[in-house]
């Protein structure tokens, strides 16, 4: 058996092993899109094919929806030939449940998988000829969000950035000025209106995307390819806009346990593939069942009706509060303190760590005590419900093959929103005490504690990759493994960063703190297990 149209015909044989195939006709959507396209996407990863394709296969299924999508990749053109081109654009979802049961579903939705690069004349001829159709409603990004970045940490324009703004539109190369490239054949062929949608996983999504492409479409105002008209056309909320969103759904890595049981039912070719940029992929998408969208309705040219296949449509203001809620209290905060104590701890599986009782404690005492008297209600979902899922459903599963070592990457820039607005949160609560935090300071000095790349056994241990890592270790040089005393003369200058903790620790009152349960941390091997037993048994 295969992953492709063929399997349409062999409904008997996919359903005999438990996988679900659409129900609607695959030729007719595929013709739909040619003739009248609705949707673009681009980013054709596993977060696309395995949650926003699967929105349109309910629409579709429910006869909401004719045509598919048409994913366009940026970055990455191996995927198209290997995992789109191959298999029909079809992908085999496997949705992976705590109690070790796969569902499995063929999405179907994707009409055409293209390469949005401008020197290939049949796939570009293709995407020019989709935006320049008045039907086309909206086109969505998960590219991650470097893909939206135009300048380098020092502000600075990248210089394959800086040579499209100089070579124009015919000539571009990066993801932005290849889109607003598309863009001016829309407006060139009547200015329809059109929703650009952001779906990365990052604050103010929406602002990004426009900021990215206002500054193509002024640059090349400015070197005299476009008109002024263009730019102020892409400007124009009204006629060109930019909806915030919040994502949230584990895609993990393609697992082997998946792979073998797709193979040991008759599923042939199932292998993932390495392409040349080092994307690690394959035919199946494994994910949690889990999963939010929640998107900014604000749609100039119409849009499906995506809030029949569960995405939360609603205002900026509720996109914000969305994203806040599960940023700064009930799943990243949770997450980075995982990371740092598994590593410490010797774990490599998240799940594994939810097994611990002391990390489990750590987690639903930020979650429930010190997270919930200042989280963000966003009145679409219930905080406490929403951290309930994370604590007792998402953070076991233990088919979601995450490790702390990937999610400690980069804290430094994360432990500012993660943590840091809580404590400000507290700091401006007359009725609120910053100094009765115990879990919150416990997680930033586990984070100091890893940052001396030695574990809880006194064994050296890998550091994951931080911008700020060089900086930071510097800081900490005289701060020694066995040398409880080595605390007090090297944290002031980090704890006193606000751009690394969103506020000032020392003058929050909670430096003290934080530098004898870091100094406990170090007295010799297990000191880190004993720290944390002592704590979360006296904050009880």
Not at 213 to 228: C, D, H, K, N, R
Not at 270 to 299: C, G, H, W
Not at 403 to 427: C, H, M, N, V
Not at 454 to 472: A, F, Q, T, Y
């Amino acid at each position: 058996m295969k992953l492709n149209r063929s399997c349409l015909k062999n409904r008997e044989s996919f359903e005999k092993i438990s996988v679900k195939l659409p129900n609607y006709d695959w030729d007719k959507m595929v013709q739909a899109t040619e003739e009248a396209p609705r949707w673009i996407h681009f980013g054709a990863g596993n977060i696309f094919r395995g949650f926003i394709a699967e929105l349109q296969q309910r629409l579709l299924e429910e006869g909401l929806e004719e045509s598919g999508i048409i994913a366009a990749d940026t970055f990455d053109f191996d995927i198209i030939d290997k995992i789109y081109i191959p298999y029909d654009n079809m992908t085999m979802m496997v949705r992976l449940k705590p109690d070790g049961t796969m569902e499995r579903e063929v999405i179907a939705s994707i009409a055409k998988g293209v390469k949005a690069d401008i020197s290939n004349e049949a796939d570009f001829g293709y995407l020019v000829k989709a935006f320049k159709n008045p039907s086309l409603q909206m086109v969505s990004f998960t590219i991650t969000e470097k893909g939206y970045a135009l300048t380098d940490f020092k502000g600075e324009l990248f210089p394959f950035v800086k040579k499209d703004m100089e070579a124009g539109p015919h000539k571009a190369t990066h993801a932005m000025s290849v889109v607003t490239a598309l863009l001016l054949e829309r407006f060139q062929a009547g200015g329809f209106p059109l929703a650009l949608v952001s779906m990365d996983n990052c604050s103010h999504n929406g602002e990004k995307l426009k900021s990215s492409v206002v500054s193509i479409a002024e640059a090349w105002v400015t070197a005299g390819f476009v008109p002024a008209e263009f730019k102020a056309w892409v400007d124009d909320e009204n006629k060109v806009s930019f909806p915030w969103s919040m994502i949230d759904k584990i895609t993990p890595r393609p697992a082997e346990v998946v792979e073998k049981a797709l193979l040991e039912d008759g599923i042939e070719d199932m292998a993932p593939v390495i392409t040349s940029k080092n994307t690690y992929i394959a035919p199946f998408v494994n994910a949690e069942v889990p999963q939010y969208l929640v998107v900014e309705d604000r749609f100039p040219a119409g849009r499906p009706a995506l809030e029949k296949a569960g995405v939360y449509m609603t205002d900026r203001d509720t996109v914000n509060k969305t994203e806040r809620m599960k940023v700064t209290t009930c799943l990243n905060p949770l997450h980075t303190a995982l990371a740092v104590y598994g590593c410490l701890l010797g774990y490599e599986s998240i799940a594994a760590e939810m097994k611990d009782e002391e990390l489990k404690a750590l987690v639903e005492r930020i979650g429930y005590v010190e997270g919930m008297p200042v989280v963000t209600d966003p009145g679409i979902l219930k905080p406490v419900d929403f951290l309930k899922e994370v604590i007792e459903v998402r953070l076991p599963n233990p088919f979601i093959p995450d490790t702390p070592q990937r999610i400690a990457t980069d804290t430094s820039q994360k432990i500012s929103i993660r943590f840091g607005e809580t404590i400000k949160a507290y700091l401006e609560e007359e009725n609120l005490d910053v100094e009765s935090l115990t879990a919150i300071p416990l997680a930033i000095a586990g984070w100091l504690r890893y940052l001396l790349g030695v574990d809880d056994k006194g064994n050296s241990m890998e550091i994951s990759s931080d911008p700020m890592l060089s900086e930071l270790k510097e800081q900490l040089k005289d701060i020694k493994f066995g040398e409880i005393t080595s605390v007090k003369s090297g944290l002031n200058g980090i704890l006193s960063s606000p751009i690394l903790f969103g506020t000032d620790l020392v003058k929050a009152g909670l430096s003290g703190k934080i530098e004898v349960m870091l100094s406990k941390m170090l007295a010799g091997p297990g000191a880190v297990r004993k720290t944390l037993q002592e704590y979360l048994n006296s904050a009880h």
